[in-house]
């Protein structure tokens, strides 16, 4: 169990259009969920955290007009980069935490390509 | 703010060879740190945290708060141990602790056969 999954796995996008990735735990109820992003030969860095039913918190220096987070149910969690641009090209990972648990499960990743 | 820092971007063993991955923290407050591990095509899996005190793959990690270090020891590496490992801090905040992570940059191991 404690499954996490990201679809689509790889997007390409033309630059100044959306798109918008979908992080579903699969077998379990998720309260919370985090956003990741890691650059080419860097770590992963905290996006935000987006907790069902409520708004999404951003960490400092993350847009939230430009990267929206949705948490609409137990679930499911949606990340849209809005009017993309090249240097938004990254891998942006979920990680989700059962209600009552300890551990964040993480997705595989989700390879975003903005042209 | 806090910081988590693996100064080993390359680490190369042989089979057998005792291994370790060295992690310093700095953070003010009573940090719980934990062992994440990336296997070449697969995702993120936790292999282990400090509050547990357990031992996975025979992997082991002891907290030193007084050298702020979490370094990963296991004694004879396998092959199957060559993947990126990251060290991660949570700061327990809001009760998301296990979920919010500052992580180093991530040590690739390699063990040769």
């Known amino acids: 169990g404690a499954v996490v999954s990201q679809h689509p796995s790889r997007v390409i996008c033309k630059s100044g259009t959306s798109v918008k990735i979908e992080c579903r735990s699969l077998?379990?109820?998720?309260?919370?969920m985090f956003w990741y992003r890691q650059f080419p030969k860097k770590s992963l860095m905290l996006m935000a955290t987006?907790?069902?039913?409520?708004?999404?918190?951003?960490e400092q220096g993350v847009e939230k007009d430009k990267f929206l987070i949705n948490h609409a149910s137990l679930t499911l969690s949606t990340l849209t980069v809005t009017s993309a641009h090249p240097e938004d090209s990254s891998f942006y990972i979920c990680?989700?935490?059962?209600?009552?648990?300890?551990?964040?499960?993480f997705g595989q990743g989700t390879r975003l390509t903005v042209v | 703010a806090q910081r988590v820092t693996q100064p080993e971007k390359l680490l190369s063993v042989f089979k057998g060879a005792p291994v370790e991955l060295k992690c310093n923290y700095s953070y003010s407050g009573s940090p719980e740190l934990f062992w994440y591990v990336q296997y070449s095509r697969q995702r993120l899996q936790l292999l282990l945290r400090h509050i547990s005190r357990e031992s996975i793959k025979g992997f082991t990690a002891d907290l030193n708060k007084g050298e702020t270090s979490f370094h990963l020891k296991k004694p004879f590496a396998q092959e199957e141990d060559s993947a990126m490992y990251y060290c991660a801090l949570s700061t327990n905040a809001g009760g998301t602790s296990y979920g919010k992570l500052t992580f180093g940059q991530g040590t690739i191991l390699t063990v040769h056969p």
């Open positions: 990680s989700a935490s059962r209600r009552s648990g300890t551990e964040a499960f």
């Open positions: 077998d379990f109820q998720a309260t919370t």
């Open positions: 987006s907790n069902e039913g409520s708004k999404a918190t951003y």
